[in-house]
């Protein structure tokens, strides 16, 4: 069997690592393609040597531009890559514009497409992450979802039949990652001059969240506002729309600091008393880590940190800085998100579906 990842952005690489893992392991022929949707190094190439991943075989470099723009650069490069490599699966990742050309090219090539965290709804259709998802899982032929309310969410939409419950890959990486780093103190807390759990730490970097100078303002005022130090993890993006607006980062209680590596941002979180965040993967994150989650975003796809207490959903202002810090909430053995054995019930699922030679 011969599967080909489709990846281009942070949080599939992450993904991406137990899978070519359990691929290597397993004797499939694997194939990696990064469409270059992330080409910060530190968003990037970082992620490839820390979690030993092999190199991809393909680089496409599209690198930025609008949603229309990205997405028709990927496609036209990938449909070469996909006639070459003639996968018995095209895999793809999330629900990143790689994800939708990847699942695009692959299906109108008549090659199947499997998609890694199938299912996932916030039901807000502008975001263009909710798009993508709804777009993939209704042109992949295999779905492989992370939750049962992703299963649910498909079986609402008629796609029982082509979707299996695998667990969420993301959980596998991490507790790996988390068991690596215990003990290790993170490099910030020297070079920032703080304390163990005397800190939050923050990603803003959605379109909803910086494309429009007066929310992106508000949120920045918000997480000045907060009673203790507040590490942010300026996204390129980010930065540059703050620069564009005229705004100001770093300003009362925010310190900014460039992206960290995934070993380092594992460590960050484990240590501070809690993460803001626009991020569907880092809110997953934290709730696998144990630290209180604050989501600056009207939904979430990933309902149960909710239900559970461990995240909170707020709009910028008071409720933004009351919720940073909001206490502990009490402990909880809810598992929703797998057992850590994600990526071999991926590779068996593949295996199991794949077309007859």
């Known amino acids: 069997m011969k599967v080909l990842s489709v990846v281009g952005a942070r949080p599939q690489f992450v993904k991406l690592a137990p899978i070519a893992h ?13 469409t270059g949707q992330h080409y910060d190094p530190m968003l990037s190439d970082v992620f490839f040597e820390d979690l030993k991943i092999p190199a991809p075989a393909v680089h496409l470099g599209v690198g930025s531009g609008s949603h229309g723009q990205q997405t028709g650069a990927m496609l036209a490069a990938l449909d070469d890559v996909l006639e070459s490599q003639q996968p018995d699966w095209a895999l793809v990742y999330g629900d990143t514009n790689s994800t939708l050309a990847g699942a695009l090219s692959a299906v109108k090539l008549h090659i199947p497409v499997a998609h890694l965290e199938a299912g996932l709804r916030s039901f807000n259709r ?66 920032l001059g703080l304390e163990p759990g005397g800190y939050s730490l923050a990603t803003i970097h959605r379109a909803e969240n910086t494309d429009d100078a007066g929310r992106l303002g508000a949120i920045i005022d918000a997480l000045a506002a907060v009673d203790h130090p507040v590490v942010l993890l300026a996204h390129p993006r980010l930065v540059a729309k703050a620069r564009d607006a005229g705004l100001a ?55 149960e940190t909710v239900e559970l207490g461990w995240n909170v959903l707020v709009e910028p202002g008071q409720a933004l800085v009351a919720a940073t810090s909001r206490p ?30």
């Open 126 to 191: 502008t975001m263009p992450e909710e798009i993508n998802r709804v777009v993939t899982d209704h042109a992949a032929d295999l779905l492989l979802a992370p939750t049962d309310v992703a299963m649910s969410h498909l079986a609402d939409e008629g796609l029982a039949p082509r979707s299996v419950l695998v667990g969420d890959v993301m959980t596998d990486v991490l507790l790996q990652v988390r068991d690596a780093v215990a003990g290790r103190p993170p490099a910030l807390l020297a070079e």
């Open 328 to 357: 502990t909430p009490p402990d909880t053995t809810a598992a929703p998100y797998g057992d850590g054995h994600a990526a071999a019930r991926v590779i068996t699922a593949l295996e199991s579906a794949a077309p007859s030679p």
């Open 249 to 303: 980062l770093e300003r009362g209680s925010v310190r900014v600091h460039a992206p960290l590596a995934y070993p380092d941002l594992v460590a960050a979180a484990v240590a501070s008393r809690g993460v803001v965040t626009d991020s569907g993967g880092l809110q997953k994150e934290a709730f696998l880590l144990g630290v209180p989650c604050t989501t600056v975003r009207p939904q979430t796809e990933w309902v």
């Open 22 to 34: 359990e691929a290597a392991a397993r004797g499939v022929e694997h194939v990696i393609v990064h």
